[in-house]
T-cell receptor, first 116, second 113 residues
Framework: GAGVSQTPSNKVTEKGKYVELRCDPI?????LYWYRQSLGQGPEFLIY????????DSGLPNDRFFAVRPEGSVSTLKIQRTERGDSAMYLC??????????????FGEGSRLTVL | GESVGLHLPTLSVQEGDNSIINCAYS??????FIWYKQESGKGPQFIID?????DKRQGQRVTVLLNKTVKHLSLQIAATQPGDSAVYFC????????????FGAGTTVTVRA
């Protein structure tokens, strides 16, 4: 497809379980971002990739959260030992530019995570 | 911390009227701003952007105004339609050393028929 694709669209899990959320960015976009959005709030930055490397992971809330982008395209956000407070919409975005020339971010439809 | 987004959290507007959504930011180094629209259950969609060397930019039915003196951003929607009902977010990029967008809390726009 032409847009950013995120799977699964919905994930319900139990407290303590491990979760993976996948993002397939727009082809050719070198920059990839993960954001988390709680109900009624704006998206909050989690991590930014430029190519394969995490250029900024300062938004990850704790060491239970980790993300990879091994080949510079698809990215996976991994959450260990999930807690109820992790329930949110996880948004992925990609951009053809980065750094000083950062422009529009193209967002996917998100993965809704619910931790029971 | 959150630097973007002093706003009215909700806005109700009559169909056909113009809408104005406001946003304040605190980082004077921010050099790029975007307005996004988010419909229920969907990801944010780009509406219009503006760089800090401009004070006005127009798109189709939308205009963004940037006042750097008071660090204020606004989105004007002309002839508001029912399909404009959504949450609108302003976002900023904090200068040439930054590469991520920081979002405000959003304004919910409801269009009355």
């Amino acid at each position: 497809g032409a847009g950013v694709s995120q799977t699964p669209s919905n994930k319900v899990t139990e407290k303590g379980k491990y979760v993976e959320l996948r993002c397939d960015p727009i082809s050719g976009h070198t920059a990839l971002y993960w954001y988390r959005q709680s109900l009624g709030q704006g998206p909050e930055f989690l991590i930014y990739f430029q190519g394969t490397g995490a250029a900024d992971d300062s938004g990850l809330p704790n060491d239970r959260f980790f993300a990879v982008r091994p080949e510079g395209s698809v990215s996976t956000l991994k959450i260990q030992r999930t807690e109820r407070g992790d329930s949110a919409m996880y948004l992925c975005a990609s951009s053809p530019t980065s750094g000083m020339n950062t422009g529009e971010l193209f967002f996917g439809e998100g993965s809704r995570l619910t931790v029971l | 911390g959150e630097s973007v987004g002093l706003h009215l959290p909700t806005l109700s507007v009559q169909e056909g009227d113009n809408s104005i959504i406001n946003c304040a930011y605190s980082n004077s180094a921010s050099d790029y701003f975007i307005w996004y629209k988010q419909e229920s259950g969907k990801g944010p969609q780009f509406i219009i952007d503006i760089r800090s060397n401009m004070d006005k930019r127009q798109g189709q039915r939308v205009t963004v105004l940037l006042n750097k003196t008071v660090k204020h951003l606004s989105l004007q929607i002309a002839a508001t339609q029912p399909g404009d009902s959504a949450v609108y977010f302003c976002a900023e990029k904090g200068g040439s050393n930054d590469y991520k967008l920081s979002f405000g809390a959003g304004t919910t726009v409801t269009v009355r028929a």
